[in-house]
């Protein structure tokens, strides 16, 4: 081996080594995601095998949105202050020794408060995986292909779900939807800390008052809308819901405009352009989630499809995502992220619309396939511009609370799109004709993509310079609204 060839052996290894911390921070992302939908095909073997009433049941999953939810900003915080891939296994710790738990539950009340304990760890992991596989990018091409993977993740793991626990409750158990979660957390939490580098401590006081203020804000949203298809929205109980979020909410924003170390940064909203980010992708992530809710009994009520099957049924929407992920970041260096998201948008809503001319004689090949393909499509094309407009800017330091704002307006935007559409559904549903109710239901969500589609359109009459990603030896230009 000739001299010269000798110092680029420390930056392969470099890479190597960098490549493997991002393949190992992102598997634990995407068992974090898919723990949010992979429990959905086997709710009625739950539901038998630990004889929980009709109501309860669905606390199997609201359990873990509320907790993941409610906590997010917080968990963002966590990981800028004592530093990121400390707080991330933590979490990732926490979240894997409630999944053995539940996996091992007895009683309902043992498995729904394993779940919520899984939300509160992934909470505390979450915000920390996007963070630490941006900020250490060496440029910004690094960058945007990090957040394609992260995107393809996020976006095609819930739809993952579905197929993963059709297989496990199928072939073995429900209690295998939980149980996998073990090995695949050990491995992580043995190997990471191998292959990624923490960051640094900031040092400062910790602001309480915004941890319960934010934490009780989100965790009464979510909690409010979960129950609100159950009460009425204009119940008693949803009315003060939705008015203590508000004044909690109001609480955080005196509080956070007061204190030296803020938990959620006010600044990350005075960007118009992330505030169109993030009500794009609330819209998005809630239209999404809230189709699988009716397709989840449009295949096992409507069309006698088994958990297995009913997984597979979902296969278009994973496989187009991670497909996207490869192809989004030429698109956006080419074109820039506004138009991208645009189009991905237009994608979903009709994505919609093709679902609402479901009938009796639709055939799944004719009819489902199509609008899952492009579902899938337009959320694997969109939702890594969106993410990297929504980062674009922010400090370093300020990064997983950046992070967590954004995955907790995803975690909202799939509580007001579920309750949205399971309100709607129920008003409209007929005795013996799903399609009835689902139809009405899909209609709602076209139009809460349609708001989508509206926040997303703003994003084009920005200035051009202030959203395309800058060269790897320019710096990144910053919103000129911020």
């Given amino acids: 081996m000739s001299s010269s060839t000798l110092p680029a052996a420390p930056a392969r290894a470099t890479t190597r080594t960098t490549s493997v911390g991002i393949l190992i921070v992102l598997l634990a992302q995407l068992m974090l995601v898919l723990d949010s939908a992979v429990m959905n095909v086997g709710l009625p073997h739950i539901a038998t095998d630990l004889h929980f009433g009709a109501a309860s049941l669905s606390w199997v999953l609201n359990a873990y949105a509320l907790a993941f939810g409610g906590l997010l900003l917080l968990g963002g915080r966590l990981g800028d202050v004592f530093g990121r891939l400390s707080v ?116 400062g006081r910790f602001d309480v008052v915004g941890a319960i203020t934010s934490t009780g804000a989100a965790a009464t949203l979510v909690w409010t809308l979960i129950k609100a298809p159950e009460h009425g929205w204009t119940s008693p109980q949803t009315v003060l819901g939705l008015a203590l979020a508000v004044l909690l909410a109001a609480a955080l924003v005196v509080t956070e405009r007061r204190h030296s170390h803020p938990l959620l940064r006010l600044g990350l909203l005075r960007s118009r352009t992330r505030v169109a980010t993030l009500v794009t992708m609330a819209a998005l992530y809630g239209g999404m989630l809230a189709t699988f809710f009716l397709m989840v009994q449009f295949f096992e009520e409507d069309r006698g499809y088994g958990p297995l099957q009913t997984g597979l049924a979902f296969l278009p929407i994973p496989l187009s995502v991670f497909t996207m992920s490869r192809i989004t970041p030429r698109l956006v260096a080419r074109f820039g992220q506004p138009p991208i998201i645009a189009i991905g948008t237009v994608g979903v809503l009709t994505s919609f619309l ?74 409209h549903a007929v005795p013996g004709d799903f399609l009835a109710g689902a139809h009405a239901g899909l209609a709602a969500a076209a139009v809460i993509a349609a708001i989508g589609l509206v926040s997303a359109a703003t994003l084009l009459a920005r200035p051009r310079a202030a959203v395309v990603p800058a060269p790897a030896h320019e710096p990144v230009a910053v919103d000129a609204a911020a």
């Fill in 354 to 427: 093709l679902l609402t001319r479901l009938t009796e004689a639709t055939s799944y090949w004719s009819g489902v396939f199509p609008a899952l393909l492009i579902m899938g499509i337009s959320m694997g094309g969109s939702f890594m511009p969106i993410t990297s407009l929504a980062l674009l800017g922010v400090e370093p330091e300020h990064a997983g609370s950046a992070s967590g704002l954004l995955q907790t307006m995803q975690q909202l935007g799939g509580a007001v799109g579920l309750a949205i559409i399971a309100s709607v559904y129920a008003d």
């Fill in 88 to 203: 991330f296994w933590i979490g990732l710790a926490v979240f894997t020794l409630f999944s053995l738990l539940g996996g091992l539950a007895t009683e309902p009340w043992m498995l729904v408060g394993a779940r919520a304990l899984q939300g509160v760890g992934a909470a505390i992991a979450a915000p920390s995986v996007l963070a630490l596989i941006t900020t250490s990018a060496p440029d910004e091409a690094a960058r945007n292909r990090r957040l394609a993977l992260f995107t393809a993740v996020s976006s095609g793991g819930a739809a993952l779900g579905m197929l993963l626990g059709g297989v496990l409750t199928d072939l073995l158990s429900w209690r295998w939807t939980l149980f996998i979660n073990i090995p695949i957390g050990l491995a992580v939490l043995l190997t990471v800390r191998r292959y990624v580098a923490d960051t640094p401590r900031r040092p």
